[in-house]
């Protein structure tokens, strides 16, 4: 089935610091999305992309997708400690239809 | 508030025991999703349901089952609880099903704690 790689799995950062997170599949994407959860949280979407090439900035993060849609990463620039979280990327299945998840990238932030 | 609703938010029960984890969707929403994270795991796609009608299956135990009413809220029942159960359970709903791009709205989950 449709699997969903991320890495790194946790990245630990002094605050200031940059930091990336990249999703690869091994079949084309019709789009992908990333969600974020805080500790003790739920996860919460933040963006969706499904062009290829797409890129969108949100404040301090950029999402790509790539020109093959099948991968993506999420860069956060200047990180600070409420970026802490593990950050998800998602992708639906263009043959079951089930959205499936990355394993995530926990985020730790040093103040 | 997400707007998706879980209850209970906290459960702890013996293994071997039945218990019902129900969710109400955000309004408007048909379609909703369970998901399981274990601890320091990702989110595992349990089973969706789009309208009362179960539109996709993931790695959900036969010990497991779900059903969507008509009121649209969503019940998952896990039975012959084990140790390995343990864990937190996303109810997620969204707008439209199918291969459209649907974004997921999560509830704030139901903690199963398993002794």
């Known amino acids: 089935g449709q699997q969903v790689m991320q890495i790194p799995q946790y990245q630990h950062v002094q605050e200031g610091e940059d930091f990336t997170t990249y999703c690869n599949s091994s079949t084309t994407l019709s789009n992908i999305q990333w969600y974020k959860q805080r500790p003790g949280g739920h996860p919460v979407f933040l963006i969706q992309l499904v062009k290829s090439g797409e890129v969108k900035k949100q404040k301090r993060l950029t999402f790509q997708f790539g020109e093959a849609k099948k991968n993506s990463s999420l860069h956060i620039t200047a990180t600070q400690t409420t970026d802490v979280g593990t950050y998800f990327c998602a992708a639906r299945s263009s043959n079951t239809g089930k959205l499936i998840f990355g394993q995530g990238t926990t985020l730790q932030v040093k103040p | 508030d997400s707007g998706v609703t879980q209850t209970p938010k906290h459960l702890i029960t013996a293994t071997g025991q039945r218990v019902t984890l129900r969710c109400s969707p955000r309004?408007?929403?048909?379609?909703v999703y369970w998901y399981q994270q274990s601890l320091d795991q990702g989110l595992q796609f349990l089973i969706q349901?789009?309208?009362?009608?179960?539109?996709a299956k993931g790695n959900i135990l036969e010990r497991f089952s779900a059903q969507q009413f008509p009121d649209l809220h969503s019940e998952l029942n896990l039975s012959s609880l084990e140790l390995g159960d343990s864990a937190l359970y996303f109810c997620?709903?969204?707008?439209?099903?199918?291969?459209?791009?649907?974004?997921?709205?999560f509830g704030a989950g139901s903690r199963l704690t398993v002794l």
């Open positions: 349901y789009y309208n009362g009608e179960e539109r």
């Open positions: 309004s408007g929403d048909l379609s």
């Open positions: 997620a709903s969204s707008v439209a099903a199918g291969a459209g791009a649907n974004v997921l709205t």
